[in-house]
Nanobody, 121 residues
Framework: QVQLVESGGGLVQAGGSLRLSCVAS????????MGWYRQAPGKQRELVAR???????EYEDSVEGRFSISRDNAKNTVYLKMNSLKPEDTAVYYC???????????????WGQGTLGTVSS
């Protein structure tokens, strides 16, 4: 079994910062891209940022320049540093990884349980 566990959510005032972490654990053979998605109340889940195992990144337009995604391949961990936070960034943030389990040839999309980030005005 493989799993993703997020941490780092919380309550912050507008203009503040949060740093999310997500650790992949279990019988992992390899991990391709890792990313962060978010879902605000009443809205669909959307991609926030994504990083390949080679370090290439992409960001949703509204977070470009404010958020930064990084990963530590040795620790199977992906981070999301969120600066200049706005109330509209309030959402449950989900970690996602495309990974392969030991003994398998298939890559799976694995999701974390989510962590809530709340930005007050």
């Amino acid at each position: 079994q493989v799993q993703l566990v997020e941490s780092g959510g919380g309550l912050v005032q507008a203009g503040g910062s949060l740093r999310l972490s997500c650790v992949a654990s279990g019988s992992i053979s390899s991990i391709n891209a890792m990313g962060w998605y978010r879902q605000a109340p009443g809205k669909q889940r959307e991609l926030v940022a994504r990083i390949t195992n080679g370090g290439s990144t992409e960001y949703e337009d509204s977070v470009e320049g404010r958020f930064s995604i990084s990963r530590d391949n040795a620790k199977n961990t992906v981070y999301l540093k969120m600066n200049s936070l706005k109330p509209e960034d309030t959402a449950v943030y989900y970690c996602n990884a495309n990974m392969r389990k030991l003994g398998s040839v298939r890559f799976l999309e694995v999701w974390g349980q989510g962590t809530l980030g709340t930005v007050s005005s």
